[in-house]
């Protein structure tokens, strides 16, 4: 490329959006299909069980607390999506309401609501000139401000994330039998269900740090996969991931293109998230349980 501003403006701005792009999709699809799969609920993913929600609250706090270094952001918002995660998981074992899939919601739904509640009273406690608008950005999910800086601090603990959820595709197949099926087949279905749930909160906590919240992709995704491929987890995995970064990469040309000013890309995967869930719920029964 012989011109120089274009060649700044390519590597500078388009190339880290294009692959930030692609690493989020990779991680909000490949942490929906192995939430799905090791519960076995269909209506699960990384927002349902409050993670998303627990990360943006981190990523709030952080800045409240005056925190600039995206490192420190991106670690504070990784560990308050791990207390979602694991308040959900203990709230379902505890909850005496209903079967351990409803329990698994119930607990989400309440994880979620409180995280939620925190995030909006750091909105309140904000300095409205300086620190909301950053925060404010979280809550709606942008590749905007992504950069090699951005992206380097969130690559490595992402791609450590998919890989374990990648080398356990198989076993994660197994977790979807009933536990007593895949115990005698030589799974340990509470520890590599948790092993699996921590790469998945992980990948999606540091995520939503250097990009918010963006919601929909790992809970759609999946489902498209299936009716697709089949429920053979092995295969739902891996096109998973990829699918989750097809899917972004088209709404986020959306965000950009529709109108003169670029939307939030958390409201584009929104948008084509709620329409494809519909049409998916219209045309077949979604299905994934023990």
């Not at 060649?7 to 999709?25: E, H, K, M, T, W």
């Not at 329990?103 to 909006?120: D, E, P, T």
């Not at 197994?174 to 115990?183: M, P």
């Amino acid at each position: 490329m012989s011109d120089p501003l274009a060649r700044q403006i390519v590597v500078n701005s388009r190339l880290p959006r294009i692959l930030g792009a692609v690493l989020l999709g990779f991680v909000l699809g490949g942490a929906g299909a192995s939430l799905q799969s090791v519960f076995a609920n269909p209506l699960i993913d990384a927002g349902f069980l409050g993670v998303s929600q627990g990360a943006a609250f981190g990523a709030a706090f952080s800045l409240v607390l005056g925190f600039q270094a995206y490192s420190l952001i991106a670690m504070l918002a990784f560990g308050m999506a791990l207390v979602a995660l694991s308040l959900s998981l203990w709230l379902a074992e505890r909850f005496r309401y209903g079967g351990q899939i409803l329990r698994l919601i119930l607990a989400g739904l309440a994880v979620s609501a409180f995280f939620s509640s925190l995030l909006s009273m750091m909105k309140y406690v904000a300095d409205p000139l300086n620190q909301l608008p950053t925060i404010v950005f979280w809550t709606m999910g942008s590749l905007v401000p992504m950069n090699w800086e951005r992206l380097e601090s969130a690559a490595p603990v992402a791609l450590v994330s998919l890989a374990v959820l990648y080398a356990m595709r198989w076993r994660i197949n197994l977790l979807s039998l009933d536990d007593a099926v895949a115990h005698s087949l030589g799974v340990r279905p509470a520890l590599e269900r948790r092993i699996v749930s921590v790469a998945a909160a992980a990948a999606v906590g540091v995520m939503t740090a250097v990009c918010g919240v963006v919601g929909w992709v790992g809970l759609v995704v999946p489902q498209i996969v299936r009716a697709i491929d089949g429920p053979d987890g092995c295969s739902v995995l891996p096109h998973s991931m990829l699918g989750g970064a097809i899917f972004v990469l088209v709404s986020d040309t959306f965000a950009r293109s529709l109108f003169s000013g670029e939307i939030p890309l958390g409201i584009v995967t929104s948008l084509f998230g709620a329409l494809s869930f519909v049409i998916l719920l219209t045309m077949r029964r979604v299905e994934l349980a023990r």
